[in-house]
């Protein structure tokens, strides 16, 4: 193990060595196994969005095994998925790539402004199925978020106690925010600040605009001329609100988007202290060839081999 992937599991020395030692399965494996950077495979859409909306563009993508192939032939650090699409192609790729189980989903046949996921799978099945972490998502800003943030540190007190890491998802959404602040720099820092705050060992959250949502926010963000112009300068501010960069944050890759696009994003990411990437549909809704490249050139930019 090199001094960068030491370094990074010395932030979590209140661990147990089970969790260190998933943390570190997840940070060596893969093309960027060893550099401190990950690019992470979820497939959590079908649950959230719909199949056709998530796999239409390319049908292979309904066939769960499909996503286990395309995570490990990119090389990626590790493969997030619920309970249902983990179960039907953990046993054929076991050993293959590191698994993260998504413990919690909600679906759009009816709609909340303040969304409540269930629980759909637990550390047993987690267990079971060999994987390293567990996932779970929280909505700040939901009127619901204290019934998330109480499942949350009940599951990652039980998957810690058998040795797993915890991902959170922490997006912001609900009443208590405008459709644009749920991306407001005020908001994606406070959000992974929250999920650092209840265990995560990894948190996803979207990349910040510049917009500040609330007013008593603006006054600090002036008061202080805190850097945020930039897309690199909000991740590492964001990053910053996680322990001072002690836990390690990775940004959503969000709707299918233009190649350069992703790629910009991506340097942002890289140029901002950032730890990566978790890209779905700008993965897995192209044809497996024309996924490889893009995630090639997306690792290729945290790795350094790719300006």
């Not at 790539?97 to 303040?114: F, G, Q, T, V």
């Not at 995560?200 to 112009?229: C, D, F, H, M």
């Amino acid at each position: 193990m090199n001094e960068r992937i030491r370094e990074i599991l010395s932030w979590y020395a209140g661990e147990n060595p089970g969790v260190l030692t998933n943390l570190a399965r997840i940070l060596n494996h893969g093309r960027l196994g060893g550099t401190g950077k990950l690019v992470i495979l979820p497939v959590d859409q079908g649950f959230e969005h719909g199949p056709a909306r998530s796999f239409a563009p390319n049908p292979a993508g309904y066939d769960p095994r499909y996503h286990f192939q395309l995570a490990v032939e990119a090389g990626c650090n590790a493969y997030a998925a619920p309970l249902g699409f983990l179960e039907a192609g953990a046993a054929e790729f076991a050993g293959e790539i590191p698994l993260i189980l998504k413990c919690n989903n909600h679906d759009l046949l009816y709609e909340s402004r303040d969304p409540l996921p269930a629980v759909t799978a637990s550390v047993e099945d987690a267990l079971r199925l060999g994987c390293s972490a567990i996932g779970f998502t929280i909505y700040p800003g939901s009127a619901a978020r204290d019934t998330m943030y109480e499942e949350l540190r009940e599951l990652t007190r039980q998957a810690k106690a058998h040795g797993l890491a915890v991902v959170v998802w922490s997006y912001p959404r609900g009443s208590g925010l405008s459709k644009d602040g749920e991306t407001a720099i005020d908001v994606v820092s406070y959000a992974v600040h929250i999920a650092a705050e209840l265990g995560a060992n990894i948190i996803k959250v979207k990349l910040p605009s510049e917009k500040i949502e609330k007013p008593e926010a603006q006054k600090v963000y002036q008061k202080y001329e805190i850097p945020i112009a930039t897309l690199a300068d909000r991740v590492r501010h964001v990053v910053q609100s996680a322990f001072n960069g002690r836990r390690i944050v990775i940004f959503s890759g969000g709707p299918a988007a233009a190649d350069e696009q992703v790629f910009e994003e991506v340097r942002a990411i890289r140029d901002g202290g950032g730890f990566g990437s978790i890209i779905g549909r700008n993965s897995f809704q192209r044809r497996k060839e024309e996924a490889l490249r893009f995630l090639s050139t997306v690792m290729g930019i945290y790795e350094g081999s790719i300006r």
